[in-house]
């Protein structure tokens, strides 16, 4: 398991996906489904 070496480092914006890559970067990807609200489901007749 890994550790935390500095926090707040970055600022995270909804819907990204922040991870360390194999350099030791830390890389920012959008969500495929993040930072969206989930719609009101339409009620059967």
Same mark, same amino acid.
């Given at each position: 398991?890994?550790?935390?070496?500095? /926090?707040?480092?970055?600022?995270?914006?909804p819907?990204?996906?922040?991870?360390?890559?194999?350099?030791?970067?830390?890389?920012? +990807?959008?969500? +495929? @489904?993040?930072? @969206?609200?989930? /719609? +009101?489901?339409?009620? /059967?007749?």
């Open positions: 398991m890994g550790k935390i070496v500095v /926090k707040k480092v970055i600022t995270r914006k819907g990204h996906l922040y991870y360390v890559d194999g350099q030791g970067n830390v890389c920012e +990807a959008v969500m +495929a @489904r993040g930072g @969206r609200k989930k /719609k +009101a489901a339409k009620k /059967k007749r």
